[in-house]
């Protein structure tokens, strides 16, 4: 987790015009377990002229806010053993630093979890990664925040003493707090905290008088890290300011506009005929952004996701309804961007439940609730085994298995892929060794593992791998890696670097799902593989017919070509193994050999000499 595009440059606001000059300099604390990001925000907050506290871990944390208590803190949320949730409520609770402000650091960017993190008391939240202006300017406003309700305390204490004076001065005072706190600095839009006021409100209405109904746009920019990026955070903050005065021009004057932060806008439209006005009014919004934005020297076209939720009676708060207009927007997301979603119940049950899953994977990486299938893979000239493929399973306590299709890509989504993509890694990597030490294979016996597009990204994979095959005193020979094409076109220059090295080592690589993504010649040429893997989706279609080969034919050519193996996965027929044969297909796999076998199966199929 680390902070990317830092902008060092200082901000207007000074700390010596935040806190009065008769008191200690201002004491910020700034937990994560990453170094990197500590030393980073530390060195930065520091030449503003603040005084930095620094903290690895939530133990850590709570020993040094004890030790003397800070003016802010500045917490990551994924931290092990006690995350930044975790450390925001036990400090909540207690009186003495009940009123510390917390801003939450995290990559974590779910709608649920910054509900979360305002749940427990949390005063702020940013979404990794994002450049050091910003939390500058977040943190100056916390502190403004707090010193002017210092100030506001003092003058209550002398009240007494100069009424008339001092009530006017408070009366100004809470009047440009007001206006502080509920107007975003950049656009001069409402911020969320008044968008949230206006939403309780219009609930409050439509529980008065139903006959009012309301709707509430969740608005996303896509591709909107691209222009901070590649043009710089000063033509994205142009691009924030042209935005909002563009969609300002859709509505009336009734109508809510909302900056609710980073590159997200709401729009709480009150005076709705039916919810087919609303859906013209988004489809109205989506052709405004067909037009480019002229910024500086730059054209930029820039497209919105929306989502949109329907005010109704049982909303018991206006959170909720933001929250699930935010669900929408993801899903039209989801579905291909530049688009609109309506709020469905079952998001919101999909949203559990996908929380719920991120949750139990985290106890089950603690408790080792997983284990590891593998699948024969079949030399077809011999018909004997020739490796396997480790797979994962995860049989989970209370709801039985659960299929990788369901818990991988929320592993991913939350970053826990790379503690369960090193955990296979080395599970199955002992695993074989065991068995040569067994004498169950022979040394030439190989694993296939699959690497995810999140890990092959890892700066460490090099690293890890090196050290989990000396740890298992297990050849390089003996492992293959299989990976995706997305996840080397996600990065070609950094993937031509990795698979270079680990071809260095002489780890094999496989091309795995091949002819469902980019299937490019060329960087095939670029990336060259030891093996190709057909998709199972080619494989399903073969029938013992020349009409069904389909470009099955074409992607053994092209790997014989290249000097590559191929390996056919999703076997399920004897017609599909003869016609693999015919066309001099090196390997395969699939369930006509034999489904994924625990580590005892496995051995009792070896050892029984079968081949087919």
């Not at 020993?63 to 802010?72: I, N």
């Not at 699930?324 to 530049?338: E, I, L, P, R």
Request: glycine share 4%; hydrophobic share 45%.
């Amino acid at each position: 987790m680390s902070y990317n595009h830092f902008d060092t440059q200082s901000s207007h606001i000074q700390p010596s015009d935040i806190q009065p000059s008769d008191i200690q300099p201002i004491d910020i604390l700034v937990v994560d377990d990453t170094a990197e990001n500590v030393r980073l925000l530390s060195t930065m907050l520091t030449r503003e002229g603040y005084q930095v506290r620094k903290a690895i871990n939530g133990q850590l944390a709570l020993t040094a806010v004890q030790a003397r208590v800070p003016d802010l803190i500045l917490l990551d949320i994924m931290m092990p053993d006690m995350d930044g949730y975790a450390v925001c409520a036990y400090l909540k609770e207690m009186p003495h630093t009940a009123e510390i402000p917390v801003i939450f650091l995290s990559a974590l960017d779910d709608a649920f979890d910054k509900v979360k993190a305002f749940k427990v008391g949390g005063a702020d939240y940013m979404t990794k990664p994002f450049h050091f202006e910003e939390v500058l300017a977040r943190v100056q406003h916390q502190l403004a925040l707090r010193t002017a309700e210092q100030k506001i305390h003092r003058l209550n204490v002398h009240l007494e003493e100069r009424v008339i004076e001092r009530t006017q001065q408070l009366e100004i005072a809470n009047a440009r707090l007001l206006e502080m706190a509920l107007c975003d600095s950049l656009t001069q839009l409402a911020n969320r905290a008044a968008f949230i006021d206006r939403l309780d409100a219009a609930l409050n209405q439509l529980k008065a008088q139903p006959d009012l109904p309301f709707a509430v746009l969740f608005l996303d920019c896509d591709r909107f890290k691209i222009v901070n990026d590649s043009l710089g955070h000063s033509v994205g903050d142009q691009l924030l300011m042209a935005i909002a005065q563009r969609l300002k021009q859709h509505l009336k004057h009734t109508d809510t506009l909302a900056r609710l932060g980073g590159d997200e806008f709401a729009i709480l439209l009150t005076q709705i005929i039916d919810p087919d006005s609303t859906i013209q009014f988004a489809d109205q919004i989506l052709a405004a952004f067909a037009e480019p934005f002229a910024l500086a020297d730059h054209q930029v076209f820039i497209n919105v996701s929306i989502g949109i939720a329907f005010g109704k009676i049982d909303y018991d708060k206006p959170e909720h309804l933001l929250r699930d207009a935010d669900t929408a927007m993801y899903h039209a997301k989801a579905a291909g961007k530049a688009q609109y979603r309506i709020f469905q119940t079952t998001m919101h049950r999909v949203a559990l439940q996908l929380l719920q899953t991120e949750s139990d994977l985290r106890r089950a990486i603690s408790q080792q609730e997983f284990s590891l299938n593998y699948q024969p893979i079949v030399a077809l000239d011999s018909g004997k085994i020739a490796g396997l493929e480790a797979l994962i399973r995860w049989n989970h306590p209370d709801r039985g298995f659960i299929p990788p299709s369901t818990f991988i890509p929320v592993a991913e989504e939350t970053g826990l892929i790379g503690e369960i993509g090193t955990w296979v890694l080395r599970e199955a990597c002992h695993q074989i060794r065991n068995w040569q030490k067994q004498g169950v294979i022979d040394p030439t016996f190989s694993v296939s593992v699959n690497l995810s597009a999140r890990q092959f990204a890892q700066l460490n994979l090099m690293q890890q791998i090196t050290h989990i095959l000396a740890e298992a005193e297990l050849s390089p020979r003996c492992l293959k890696l299989e990976v995706t094409e997305s996840a080397i076109m996600d990065n070609p220059k950094s993937a031509a670097d990795i698979l270079a090295k680990l071809r260095q080592q002489q780890i094999q690589l496989s091309m795995d799902d091949f002819g469902t993504g980019y299937s490019s010649l060329s960087y095939l040429q670029s990336f060259p593989m030891d093996y190709l893997k057909i998709d199972r989706s080619f494989v399903m279609s073969l029938d013992g017919t020349e009409e069904q080969l389909g470009l099955v034919p074409i992607i053994v050519k092209i790997a014989q070509t290249m000097n590559m193996k191929v390996v056919a996965e999703g076997i399920e027929t004897p017609q599909q193994l003869a016609q693999l044969r015919s066309l001099d297909c090196d390997f395969g796999q699939g369930y006509f050999f034999s489904k994924p076998l625990t580590a005892e199966k496995v051995v009792e199929l070896i050892t029984s000499g079968c081949h087919w």
